[in-house]
Nanobody, 110 residues
Framework: QVQLVESGGGLVQPGGSLRLSCTASGIIFSINAAGWYRQAPGKQRELVAVITRSGITNYADSVKGRFTISRDNAKRLVSLQMNSLKPEDTAVYYC????WGQGTQVTVSS
C-alpha cells in the first residue's frame, strides 16, 4: 500500500527556514503529482504547493517567493524549502501523493 513519511518539521523563529521532506513507497512515484498542504488549529486544510510529474509548480499566494517545492523521482522524494517563515505559517504540514502522510508540525515562534 501507499506509504508517505514526512520529516523536517520543528520550532523555528520568525524569519528562519525549515526544509520538509516526504518519502514515498508503494506507488509509481514518477507519474504522480505531489503536493504539500497544511492545517492550522481551527482552520481547514489548505494547499501550500504542488508539483506535477513534469516539474511544473504552483503555490498558494501566501507562500509565493518564500517556499519552494521540488521532487527527486529517483529518490521518491518531495521536498518543501520554507524560508522567511512567519508565525502564520504555523501548522501541521502534510504531504499528498494520492494519499496522505501523517503530517509534521511546524511552529514559528519567538
Amino acid at each position: 500500500q501507499v506509504q508517505l513519511v514526512e520529516s523536517g518539521g520543528g520550532l523555528v523563529q520568525p524569519g528562519g527556514s525549515l526544509r520538509l521532506s516526504c518519502t514515498a513507497s508503494g506507488i509509481i512515484f514518477s507519474i504522480n503529482a505531489a503536493g504539500w498542504y497544511r492545517q492550522a488549529p481551527g482552520k481547514q486544510r489548505e494547499l501550500v504547493a504542488v508539483i506535477t510529474r513534469s516539474g511544473i509548480t504552483n503555490y498558494a499566494d501566501s507562500v509565493k517567493g518564500r517556499f519552494t517545492i521540488s521532487r527527486d523521482n529517483a529518490k521518491r522524494l518531495v521536498s518543501l524549502q520554507m524560508n522567511s517563515l512567519k508565525p502564520e505559517d504555523t501548522a501541521v504540514y502534510y504531504c499528498n501523493i494520492g494519499s496522505w502522510g501523517q503530517g509534521t508540525q511546524v511552529t514559528v515562534s519567538s
